[in-house]
Nanobody
């Protein structure tokens, strides 16, 4: 289960940090991502991170403003969002998909990488609303 928090209404130019806590599995074993869905139903990726080397993808629309990070000890993923604009208004979702499974002898790779698209992610939170006013 994934549970997001931190969404709220802010003024343009402001910052927010979203959090996503996982239960039932370890983020450390998963590729993780943040997506957002606009009021028209369009969903786009805002950040995707590969498990093995933490390579992180950001689309041009958020590059330099959004940062994905994690705290494995807390099993929590964050999305720091700076210099927000009304165009960032959306419901933000945390997502994850298994990258490895743990065996007594070590890790078994399930997927070394996945495309940064929502169809490739199996675990989803319910979302948190971010509203940015001008």
């Amino acid at each position: 289960q994934l549970v997001e928090s931190g969404g709220k209404s802010v003024q343009a130019g402001g910052s927010l940090r979203l959090s996503c806590v996982a239960s039932g599995f370890a983020f450390a074993d998963y590729h993780i991502a943040w997506f957002r869905e606009f009021s028209g139903g369009v969903r786009e990726a805002v950040s995707c991170r590969r498990r093995n080397d933490y390579t992180t993808y950001y689309p041009d629309s958020v590059k330099g403003r959004f940062t994905l990070s994690s705290d494995n000890a807390k099993n929590t993923v964050y999305l720091q969002m700076n210099n927000l604009s009304p165009e960032d208004t959306a419901i933000y979702y945390c997502a994850a998909v298994p990258a490895v499974t743990r065996r007594p002898t070590g890790f078994r790779t399930i997927a070394p990488d996945v495309p940064c698209h929502s169809i490739h992610y199996s675990n989803w939170g319910r979302g948190t609303q971010v509203t940015v006013s001008s």
